[in-house]
């Protein structure tokens, strides 16, 4: 059953997730990557809603319905990253982020 | 009586001056012209329709002011609020009328002297503003009007001397004409503010009765007093001020003379018979307060007026431009109107029972011949200028046989401003040295030297350009159209008739008809120094002689400084570029340039150094940004942390 898990097993693993995620948003180079890297923030959240959830308030569904809205967004967020990073390439022939500068000073 | 009408003799030149202005150079210069003529020839009807019915159809004897209209123009307050109106009163009729028929004259004689210029309808544009404006000026009855007007009319006279635009002479005039009235009408608006501060309205007439109830109180103790006289006497003679400006007095006279750098009708029209009297004009408007804040303000009055007809005469005695003799004889007569609203003070005259206010309606009188006999002297000697293209005296001469119609309106008009009767100069001259005799015999003294001098420096100009030596001209002279010749005819009757109105019975400042009569015990003498004045002019000058040289080499010094208008240009362009440029304008262009653009430029300068140093941080690298904001996070929650921790919750 669930309970021989402890909630913290689970924090541990969002957290590691999460810190996973950042370390690839700040260390990859390739923006599918980092788009990718950005999914794993938004799960890791996703995860802690549920875990709270099911743990501390037994019978309320709010923390569900939140992990969905965040699959949702995440997928809409997805898609229009997806078309930005295609036209980034249509324009400067890279999905380099190093490359992607024009909109400096 | 109504005469709510009278809103057309201004509105017509008005109209004439958007529709030239906006259309005028679609349509044939003859069509501008005759729309401009037309405009104020109506005008002109109008405004003797109006002066018959004002003065003839009153039995009374009682010449009481009328609002003919008014309305709300600018409301700030419920006391301040600033109308436009016409005022009708003897004086503001008889200005009417003056303006109207001498603009006529102006518009009619322009067909021929402006022919084939290049802007006609421009010019009638500007003629028809002018008579706009001057209509006003007259029509005002409170004082706020007439300072839009005066200001007006300082426009348009500006434009029309600057009408030759591509002579730098022609601008530099324009130029010196508008600031050195604009400089007057500075104390002219600040005399405006401390009367109607004071009296709590814009109105002439309240104005006036409060300044005649506070003359009559014993001034309180914390009355505000300046240099021992009282405010309102301060305000009167700030206002003066703006009179003098415009009316050429010494020492604001320096841009008459340059004025005469605009077309010679101009000359005619502003400079001769209209704008320059607005001056004596405001002081006649006023002069119920002048006389009860006498005698300073009185005195003031005519003593500028004579100094300024003195000065004026004996440059005049040697100047060699024909208009500038004009022009000077302008500032002379002026200064004779000026000295007879200054010597008005209430004499008895037999055969009145009540004492009259002899010197106002003499120089009211004066007002009237001179706009006659000087405007006929401008378009005379603009008809001469027309015969022979030049200006100066000494190219002319015998142009009597050439010029027979200009040559007699011309010595008409020179007999007139010389006071021989029974031409109209004589009776209004007459008026003003009796006016002076009962008030001051020493400007009494000065005006009847005066009035010799100016018979001198007319028969001068007479003698030179009509007899003398022949003529330096390049073609035979040749007499003016048709066009010109009309209203120097009209004038010339206008210079013979003007004197036989019965002004006393009707202009006067108390509204109340008087009898003049004639004064042969001051007359006399005056014809008598006007002949001689003519008899030396004629000595000297119908016959070629070396007589002029002669004399110009004994009177030496006196002569030089004559010729030079007594070194007043050379004095003003000193003070200004000594004074006025080194310790006022350098001063403050270095505080312009040193602190204020400096402090703003330090401001900028500031912002762009900071701004290329920071700009680094915008590098355009996404993932530097999320550092920052990553570390920033983490930074932030290390902080919360601790200090959680520090607070023992845990």
Redesign the interface.
Known sequence: MISVIPIQHILILTTLMFFIG?YG???RKNLIT?LMSTELILNSAAINFVAFNKYYYQGEMQGHFFSLFIIAIAAAEAAIAIAIIVNLFRNFRSVN??E?????? | MEFSNTIWIPALPLIMFVILGLFGKKMPAIVAGFLGTAGIGIACLLSLLTAGKYFLDNTSGQYSPVIAWNTEWLSFTENLHIDLGGLLDPISVMMLVVITIVSLMVHIYSFGYMKGETGFAKFYAFLSLFSFSMLGLVLAPNIFQMYIFWELVGVSSYLLIGYYYQKPSAVAASKKAFIVTRFADLGFLIGILILSFDANTFEFSGIISYVVQASQEAPAENAFAFCGLSALTWGLLLVFTGGAGKSAMFPLHIWLPDAMEGPTPVSALIHAATMVVAGVYMVARLFPAFEAAAPEALLVVAWAGAFSSLFAAVIACTQTDIKRVLAYSTMSQIGYMMCALGVASQIEIPGNAEPVTLGFTASMFHLFTHAMFKALLFLGAGSVIHAVHNNDLKGMGQLRKFLPITHLTFLIACLAIAGIPPFAGFFSKDEILVAAFENNIILFSIEYFVAGLTAFYMFRLYFSIFWGNETNCHHTPHEAPLSMTIPLIFLAIGSIGAGFVPFGSFVTSSGKGFEAHMHWEIALPSIGIAVLGIAIAMAMYMKPSAAPEKLASRAGLLYRAAFRKFYIDEFYEFMTKRFVFNLISRPIAWFDRNVVDAGMNAVATVTNFVSVRIKGLQSGQLQQYAFVFVSGAIALGIIFIYMWVQSGKM
């Open positions: 950042v948003f700040l260390t980092i982020v190093e992607v500068d024009k909109m400096k000073y």
